[in-house]
């Protein structure tokens, strides 16, 4: 479990962005509440889509609470979402963004786009109800390849590559060495790969195996592997 540590009782929305899957919060003595943080995903384009990563450890407290936590969820039909943070929240936000978008594209007859997707996210997010969740979006649309790292507090944020969660320190290492904005798809995943498998070294709320996923104007299509080296 990672070291950090926020009291809830002062604690800001952008704090909340780590607090892990499934809990793990504790009392103290002054009536607040601490949580321990963990987790790691990624998310980067390539040539001709998104690629996708995070671990599959869910924590509690210093209990490994599941080992196979599904943190990649489909939102649209060529976008995913990783969540970091609650669980509870995370299913909420992604219910929410399903209905909605099928909401909009049952009155306009046309596929949401990802910048309306990405802002639709923050407003849900800036809405105060899903301050416990810190998401990095990716899809593809007309427009090509996106992936926009989204705040908890509804700050937006379209990126090359980006990462979330407790080992996002050691996974951003490895995608500022290798991150080619021309590689292929299956290039592309290899280094998601391997930006996860660097946090799972080193951070040990992160671990469990691996969710791939690729997305690109066919669809979106995710795998989990036991290990991640299996995926390499």
Same mark, same amino acid.
């Given at each position: 479990m990672s070291e950090d540590r926020h009291r809830m009782g002062g604690l800001d929305s952008e704090a909340r962005a780590t607090t892990p899957e499934l809990g793990g919060a504790s009392g103290g003595e002054d009536?607040?509440?601490e949580v321990k943080t963990g987790t790691t995903t990624v998310g980067l384009t390539a040539a001709e889509g998104v690629v996708l990563a995070a671990d599959m450890r869910a924590s509690a407290?210093? +209990?490994? !609470?599941?080992? *196979?936590?599904?943190?990649?969820?489909?939102?649209?039909?060529?976008?995913?979402?990783?969540?970091?943070?609650?669980?509870? !929240? !995370?299913?909420?936000?992604v219910?929410?963004?399903?209905?909605?978008?099928?909401?909009?594209?049952?009155?306009?007859?046309?596929? +949401?786009?990802? *910048?309306?997707?990405?802002?639709?996210?923050? *407003?849900?997010?800036?809405?105060? *109800?899903?301050?416990?969740?810190?998401?990095?979006?990716?899809?593809?649309?007309?427009?090509?390849?996106?992936?926009?790292?989204?705040g908890p507090g509804g700050s937006v944020m379209e990126e090359t590559y980006a990462a979330s969660g407790s080992g996002s320190p050691f996974a951003l290492g490895v995608l500022e060495g290798e991150y080619d904005e021309e590689a292929s798809v299956d290039d592309a995943e290899t280094t998601a790969a391997r930006a996860v498998?660097?946090?799972?070294?080193?951070?040990? !709320?992160?671990?469990?195996?691996?969710?791939?996923?690729?997305?690109?104007?066919?669809?979106?299509?995710?795998?989990s592997y036991d290990r991640v080296e299996n995926a390499l």
């Open positions: 009536g607040t509440t407290g210093n +209990m490994v !609470a599941s080992k *196979n936590a599904r943190k990649i969820l489909q939102v649209h039909s060529s976008a995913a979402l990783t969540i970091s943070g609650s669980v509870s !929240a !995370a299913q909420s936000l219910e929410s963004l399903r209905a909605e978008v099928r909401l909009y594209e049952t009155r306009r007859d046309t596929a +949401m786009s990802l *910048n309306a997707l990405a802002n639709l996210t923050a *407003n849900l997010l800036r809405s105060g *109800n899903f301050q416990i969740v810190q998401p990095v979006l990716g899809g593809v649309d007309d427009e090509g390849a996106h992936i926009y790292s989204i498998q660097s946090a799972t070294e080193r951070d040990t !709320a992160s671990g469990n195996g691996l969710s791939l996923a690729t997305i690109t104007d066919e669809g979106v299509d995710i795998d």
